[in-house]
């Protein structure tokens, strides 16, 4: 279904943690510090920016996927779950593993839901700030991560984007104050796609709002697309309201999940982004077979 996560048919869900602000393409660069691919050079200005998650059968062990991690070569690792705030016991496993192999924390918070129900904006903000504190002071990690996919109201988070910009001022104040940053939960892939393609029709690129849309939709979820423009239209509105509040309630990325096979395509998005706020994060990266 339009704007809901695709279901993933492989048995291990590796998703690349790619922050486009720690590294630039060029194509003139020295290719003794560049990986080359498509005679497209990637320069890293900083330090290796890709991260892992290991969404894996029940029963593999954390030392089996800390060992795949380090395989990968990966210095970002997101845990598999969130942290639910309302079933928070002083500790994650997944998260200590990480950090004792060496690997940043990509951690999410959630504020209640889980199991297909949808977390709710805190209703007593004393409460929340202690239990985020909690969370920072034990795991530290690299980057707080505040809710998962705030635009799907059915699924992931029923506040206003105004109650979730609140949230998320919340959250990134004292996560700046404990040396994290700070990012908003992922807005979900299939709502970026819509936030560029309808960019290019309000400037008047209708040709290139098309091309776009095959690019980034196979024929079955463009088909859907095209059907469903009440519900694409309330989407956008939505996600246009997220998307304004980020870089004032403190975000120092804005991060959303993304799931289209085309480069070009991500290339397109990433450039419609950095128009509002020039830090890019994605915190889920994967593929999904036609049909599903």
């Known amino acids: 279904m339009l704007f809901k996560r695709p279901r993933i048919g492989i048995i291990v869900l590796l998703v690349l943690i790619v922050i486009f602000a720690l590294f630039k393409i060029s194509r003139f660069s020295d290719p003794q510090t560049t990986l080359s691919k498509n005679n497209t050079r990637f320069e890293l ?24 991690a380090k395989q990968l070569g990966v210095t970002y690792y997101r845990p598999t779950t969130a942290i639910f705030l309302d079933k928070w016991n002083g500790t994650c496993k997944e998260c200590a593993a990480a950090s004792r192999n060496g690997l940043r924390l990509i951690l999410t918070i959630r504020n209640g839901g889980g199991h297909g129900n949808p977390s709710t904006p805190p209703k007593d903000e004393k409460a929340y700030l202690q239990q985020v504190s909690e969370i920072l002071d034990t795991h530290k990690p690299e980057v707080l991560v505040v809710e998962n996919e705030e635009n799907s109201m059915e699924l992931f988070y029923t506040g206003t984007p105004q109650e979730y910009h609140r949230e998320l001022k919340i959250a990134c104040d004292l996560a700046h104050s404990k040396n994290s940053k700070c990012t908003n939960g992922g807005l979900v892939s299939s709502l970026v796609i819509g936030l560029v393609y309808d960019n290019y029709i309000q400037n008047g690129q209708l040709q290139k709002a098309e091309q776009f849309l095959d690019k980034a939709l196979t024929s079955e979820k463009l088909t859907e697309f095209k059907s469903q423009k009440t519900k694409v239209e309330m989407q956008l509105t939505r996600g246009k309201g997220l998307l304004t ?32 706020q020039k830090c890019i994060l994605s915190s889920r990266r994967g593929t999904h077979k036609t049909g599903q």
Do not use: R
């Open 45 to 68: 200005t900083t330090d290796n920016p890709f991260g892992v998650m290991i969404g894996a059968p029940l029963g593999m062990s954390l030392n089996t996927k800390m060992q795949a």
């Open 245 to 276: 509040g980020y870089k004032s309630a403190g975000a120092d990325y804005v991060n959303f999940h993304w799931y289209s096979d085309s480069p070009e395509a991500l290339a397109e998005a990433k450039v419609y982004i950095e128009h509002l």
